[in-house]
């Protein structure tokens, strides 16, 4: 099992074009390449894929703010024999 993970701050304007720059990779039949961290990450994503989407508040008394988020996430399933056949292609 593999797991890449990567947080930063960025503009509206930038996380959308992120999201659009990967909806049209998705759109294809093709590879989907992210930057994870400074690594780049390649998947093939195969049909059907499920889109999870969850979005939560959290506050606690006596604060000032609270926070707010949403996470997307898809999942889908690809054959693999093997445990390197199933891990991830990651770049440095």
């Known amino acids: 099992m593999g797991e890449l993970e990567t947080e930063e701050q960025k503009t509206r ?3 959308a074009t992120y ?3 990967l909806a049209d990779q ?3 039949d093709g590879d ?3 930057d ?3 690594k780049t990450v390649q ?3 195969t049909d059907p894929v ?3 989407l969850e979005g939560e508040s959290d506050w606690s008394q006596g604060e000032t703010d609270a926070k707010q988020s949403i996470e ?3 999942v889908w399933w690809r054959e693999a024999t093997s445990a390197e056949e199933g891990a991830l292609d990651i770049e440095q």
Request: aromatic letters at 12%; charged letters at 30%.
């Open 19 to 21: 999201l659009r720059e």
């Open 32 to 34: 989907v390449t992210l």
């Open 72 to 74: 997307f996430e898809l």
């Open 36 to 38: 994870l961290g400074g």
């Open 26 to 28: 998705l759109d294809g």
């Open 43 to 45: 998947f093939r994503p």
């Open 50 to 52: 499920t889109f999870k």
């Open 13 to 15: 304007a930038e996380i």
